[in-house]
């Protein structure tokens, strides 16, 4: 790559390669190569961007989905305890009634 203090001669027009360069021809190598590294810096910055956008979106999905998970097994937890609840009440009423029975047997085999 061809360059000097103010220009990059791949910048230059095609005529320059037949006829000397001017100091303007020169001057518009060096903007048209500022242009073009602009132009690629571009290039790269919005396919970097395009690529964190999609990570950003994947990342809310799997921040939704994992969230949605957690609500779930959160009511399932409470379904749970509450079930558990509902059973320990239960088994208490079962236990007194064994108890009240054992007593009237004892009591009727006298």
């Not at 005529?15 to 810096?41: I, N, W, Y």
């Not at 779930?72 to 079930?83: K, V, Y």
Request: with cysteine; proline share 2%; glycine share 4%.
């Amino acid at each position: 790559n061809c360059t000097t203090n103010k220009g990059n001669f791949a910048y230059l027009p095609a005529h320059s390669a037949t006829f000397p360069a001017t100091e303007q021809d020169l001057e518009e190598s060096f903007v048209l190569a500022q242009v073009g590294k602009m132009r690629s810096l571009n290039d790269k910055l919005s396919v970097e961007l395009r690529e964190k956008m999609h990570r950003i979106e994947e990342l809310k999905r799997s921040v939704a989905e994992r969230q949605f998970c957690d609500r779930q097994t959160h009511d399932n937890i409470a379904e749970g305890e509450e079930i558990i609840e509902m059973l320990q009440v239960r088994l208490k009423r079962l236990i007194r009634a064994v108890e009240y029975v054992s007593l009237l047997g004892d009591l009727y085999r006298r």
